[in-house]
């Protein structure tokens, strides 16, 4: 059913909301003090949601997607947002959730990092079913695409030649960049396939190839990892371990780190949820020592060849897990934590307080995860500041830098 909507503010995942039969309606691809004729489905009893046909008074804050998949990609969610209303959404949204799910003041969310719109990620993954893309929204139906305008250049370059391959038994399609144009393709398969035909197709596009199968990494071509440069520190990538997608992104997210962290050089650091040992190594050279902790054996592997790259002395990372008991760690001036979207476990939040540090500086990929926690932390320390960083533009999502100090 088509009908004609004002839109009066946007909900967190950058839908306009209007009301319909004196229900809240939310509308992909609108924008607040727009008026717009939308197609509406009821999704379930009493609750609405459209799509907009038509944009009958135009936002001077709306412009052309410049994807020509965007309507249907499940991946970009915001890019009718041009970049100056995409910022403000993202900063209203963390002062929104944080003030209303832990009760912080909004004069403590300090101006967000804007990053670049187009051209950021660092990594993406192509769904392999009929044809090769990302999925639909809200579906695991894919979107073929043959191009995709957050990726980096070198990406779509290999996108472009890759996507009509013979992909039997082949299920994502994993392509990494570094900001120099180092590439790795990798392929995570459901079962035996033709190595022969993948080299002889994709070694002339990439660096290196990798297959992935069960969880295990076997490396076709090259060296099997890619290499970023990050202020004066280099860091390896490989096919398995989590690398931040926003290289630029990443480079002003651990500068604010470095900023809240305050260090002095005879003060000792805790990572926790520490990666490939990057942020332990961006604050090596401010810090008496760094000991970082990490689930994952192939991020670990490479945090020590980070450490060993970097010459580093003072880092030390091992294969353990936040969630369950950890060593005692004495006289820790600095705790770093940097979670999954689903935030710290009610263990790691125990085990942070048992540690007592004088700071923490807590980086969140989900504002909402992120307001649960600091809820539970604000009983013994002071939220101090928190600034959002946009590691993701024309998505909804948001990074947080958050400083926290003991009462
Ligand atoms: C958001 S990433 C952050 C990595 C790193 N700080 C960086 O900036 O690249 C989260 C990391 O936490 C790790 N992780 C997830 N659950 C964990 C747990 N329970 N204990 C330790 N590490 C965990 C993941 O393997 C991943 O490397």
Redesign the pocket.
Known sequence: MKDEFKIYRLDNFGRGISYYNGKVIFIENALDGENIEAEVKEVKKNIYEADTIRVIDKSPERMEPRCPFYKNCGGCNIMHMNYPKQLRFKEEKVRYLLKKFADIDEDKIKQIIATTQFGYRNKITLKVREKVGFYKKKSYEVVPISSCQVALPKINEIINEIINLDYKNVDEIIIKSTLAGETMIILKVLGDVDEEYFLTKMEHLTDNIVIIQDGISRTIFGKGYITEKLGDYFFKISSL????VNTDG?KKLYDKVKEYGSLQTNERVLD?????G??GIYLSDSAKDVNG????NE?VQDAQDNIAINKVVNVKIEQ????KVIDKYENIELVVV???RSGLSKK?LSNILEVNPNRIVY?S?DPATLSRDLNILKENYEVKEVTPVDMFPNTYHVECVCLLMKK
Do not use: H, M, R, W
């Open positions: 371990s989590f690398f931040q990443a926790l949820y520490c990666g490939t990057t942020i902790l990490e689930i994952n991020a353990k897990d936040v969630s940097d979670p999954p790691a980086v990929c």
